[in-house]
Nanobody
């Protein structure tokens, strides 16, 4: 299984970043994909997910109206556009493939996990 997250980096508060998660067609094509993050000393938490069709995004309250998740089936890529970044968004961001076509917040439902990409937001 190949699952790769990219696009992280250091930014200033208020700036934007776009993360990408690329996976093999067999892995992603019929499954929901989610983004999670883990800040230093904190537990990993749900950020956003999108269903297999790309029509039903789901967001954590902390990122709603700032982050947008989308998927490009032709490229087997799921993106996370992050706007108006805050220092509290600093974390390692992971993408993961759900066991089902429908996204959700439960980490237990995500089978495949990629290596994370670091996002650092300074004030």
């Amino acid at each position: 299984v190949q699952l790769q997250a990219s696009g992280g980096g250091p930014v200033q508060a208020g700036e934007s970043l776009r993360l990408s998660c690329t996976c093999s067609r067999r892995t992603c094509n019929n499954n929901a994909v989610g983004w999670f993050r883990q800040a230093p000393g904190e537990e990993r938490e749900f950020v956003a997910s999108i269903d297999w069709r790309g029509t039903a995004p789901l967001y954590a309250e902390s990122v709603k109206n700032r982050f947008t998740i989308s998927r490009d089936g032709a490229k087997n890529t799921v993106s996370l556009q992050m706007n108006s970044l805050k220092p509290e968004d600093t974390a390692i961001y992971f993408c993961a493939v759900n066991l089902s076509p429908v996204g959700g917040t439960s980490q237990a439902r995500y089978r495949y996990w990629g290596q994370g990409t670091q996002v650092t937001v300074s004030s």
